[in-house]
């Protein structure tokens, strides 16, 4: 090699850079160091992340060499890496009227434009330097990529990276960042064509199936996010992400049985998660191992006590057994840590009905609608309970005022058709329920049990009719 005519290799002389720069900044000297040499040492501080050593060698050696474009540009660099884009421009505003045709300058300006949100301005500056280097077309596509990757500019990038990838269809990693910026930009079905694509080239690649298991899971295809999943774990069963989705699709669709294994894989992987934990307590508990399901929340609680899941999954142990006293310690202990969870205010509210405290758990209810307005168990439960005490005729105009203010919320009217039948509000029934059937007809069958038989008159029959629910 021709470095290595004189007996140094260019690495040698890089790190005999680097060690004179670092042994003048210990004994607090002043050493000369040529233009090449200053670059050795900021391109080394730069590519081994240490920003602040990088920045130091930068701004001696534009003091060395004012006038040196290279150290220049690099001082703009290391500037851009700390986000001090403002001054970067300043400085590549100087090199322009230099060095016009240097492609970087304008990649470095474009990137400081990015940074401020000017993607407008940025694109311009990369467009401009595509024209001025046509043997640099892809070092320069791939320059403009990387920087609009590094700041989520995932729309604007594609069309270079669709460039890169007519320049460099060799390498297939291009296509995986296409299908990846398609992900990030909500275009989920390009998005499968190109990771399916990459997958034929590279069948091995778990974070490509890994990533189209997510996308599965986001348009609600569950079977194949789990296969994706299935096949990353397969190429790397040390996947923790893969096993930690793959389990929450499994308990979401109510296959416990089946997350309670891929939960436990995670668990040997990262056993300090407490979500996870969590997650496998509720399996535990959705399948009536009562007492794995408590030591699984405890030892959650044990490494975060300020989660609060596993105090809501201990009060529900506790409600469904019957200790009311003691679900209350639990789901008030969760409300407290996370008191924007409706599900928290509604199973709190059933406590205190379980212990017959009326108010307090119509107080919860009301807590939990406010944060959710469509929560409609809550609004059944909240029915039942004012037709039981005969309170319609007193919660009319409370509903009346909510619905006001939140507007057609199908709970909402049920609970005013089955209140004005009470109250022999009869048009009025008829227009809520109309109102109710109209926004969800589904939903009819939760709240059915708060129209009797014996308060159902010809108008609502006929109603329920119009919508097959009779």
């Known amino acids: 090699m021709e470095e290595e005519k004189f007996g140094f290799s260019l690495e040698e002389e890089v790190k005999q850079a680097v060690q004179k720069f670092e042994k003048m900044k210990r004994n607090n000297e002043s050493y000369f160091f040529d233009v090449i040499e200053f670059e050795s040492i900021i391109d080394y501080y730069i590519e081994n992340n240490n920003s602040l050593k990088a920045f130091e060698a930068a701004v001696l050696a534009t003091r060395q060499h004012p006038n040196s474009v290279s150290i220049q540009l690099r001082k703009a660099k290391v500037l851009l890496d700390k986000g001090r884009a403002v001054e970067t421009l300043k400085i590549l505003k100087k090199l322009e009227s230099i060095e016009p045709g240097n492609h970087e300058i304008y990649i470095a300006k474009g990137t400081a434009m990015g940074m401020l949100g000017d993607i407008h301005g940025a694109k311009k500056m990369f467009d401009y330097a595509l024209t001025l280097d046509s043997e640099e077309t892809g070092n320069i596509l791939f320059a403009i990529v990387s920087v609009l990757q590094n700041l989520n500019y995932y729309e604007h990038l594609i069309p270079y990276l669709r460039l890169l990838i007519d320049k460099e269809p060799e390498f297939k990693a291009h296509l995986y960042d296409l299908a990846y910026a398609h992900e990030k930009t909500g275009n989920f079905e390009e998005s499968i064509s190109l990771y399916l694509k990459y997958l034929e080239e590279e069948p091995f690649s778990d974070s490509a199936w890994y990533n189209l298991g997510i996308i599965y899971n986001k348009l609600e295809e569950s079977d194949k996010a789990i296969e994706a999943y299935d096949y990353a774990l397969a190429i ?235």
């Open 236 to 470: 790397n069963n040390q996947n923790s992400f893969a096993l930690f989705n793959k389990a929450n699709i499994l308990s979401n669709l109510e296959r416990y049985s089946e997350a309670v294994p891929v939960y436990h894989e995670y668990l040997d992987i990262e056993p300090e998660s407490f979500e996870a934990m969590t997650y496998l307590g509720e399996c535990y508990e959705k399948t009536d191992e009562v007492a794995l399901a408590r030591k699984y929340y405890h030892e959650a609680i044990e490494l975060a006590p300020e989660f609060a899941d596993p105090w809501f999954g201990l009060g529900v142990i506790e409600l469904n057994s019957g200790n009311a006293d003691d679900s209350l310690i639990y789901f008030r202990k969760a409300v407290k840590l996370d008191d924007e969870n409706p599900e928290f205010w509604y199973l709190l509210g059933k406590a205190h009905f379980a212990k017959g405290e009326k108010k307090a758990s119509l107080r919860c209810f009301r807590e939990a609608l406010r944060i959710d307005a469509y929560y409609n168990e809550v609004w059944v439960d909240l029915g039942m309970i004012i037709l039981k005490e005969k309170l319609a005729e007193k919660a009319i105009p409370y509903l009346l005022h909510a619905y006001k203010v939140t507007g057609d919320v199908p709970g909402i009217n049920y609970l005013l058709a089955s209140f004005c039948l009470q109250t022999g509000s009869q048009n009025a029934a008829t227009e809520h329920l109309s109102v109710a059937l109209e926004a969800d007809r589904d939903l009819y069958s939760e709240f059915a049990d708060l129209f009797p038989s014996g308060t159902i008159t010809a108008s609502i029959i006929r109603l329920l009719e119009k919508y097959n629910l009779v």
